[in-house]
């Protein structure tokens, strides 16, 4: 069983930052990729930022240069750091866990980014 639970959203001004916080429940952490993917109104989810259970990470174009995602592995908790924020960047986020073929989400929290 997996449980995800996300933090830190909440409203910025373009320019702004935040950081957000998913916390995982379950027993293995370490060995499985988890991601920060965003779904922004009337478009589908997409892929923001992804880390490997090396820790090996990987950016989508349109945030590459202002997002940072990492992971603590002891405390089971991944990070995305997220710099001058842009209007376009507003939506609900949401973490995922990739293991063992099956994709484990949480229920996402929102980032507006607006004056």
């Known amino acids: 069983q997996v449980q995800l639970v996300e933090s830190g959203g909440g409203l910025v001004q373009p320019g702004g930052s935040l950081r957000l916080s998913c916390a995982a429940s379950t027993s293995v952490f370490s060995p499985y990729s988890m991601g920060w993917y965003r779904q922004a109104p009337g478009k589908e989810r997409e892929a923001v930022a992804i880390v490997t259970g090396l820790g090996i990470t990987y950016y989508a174009d349109s945030v590459k240069g202002r997002f940072t995602m990492s992971r603590d592995n002891a405390k089971k908790t991944v990070y995305m750091e997220m710099n001058s924020l842009k209007p376009e960047d507003t939506a609900v986020y949401y973490c995922?866990?990739?293991?063992?073929?099956?994709?484990?989400w949480g229920k996402g929290t929102l980032v507006t980014v607006s004056s």
């Open positions: 995922c866990m990739s293991r063992s073929g099956m994709d484990y």
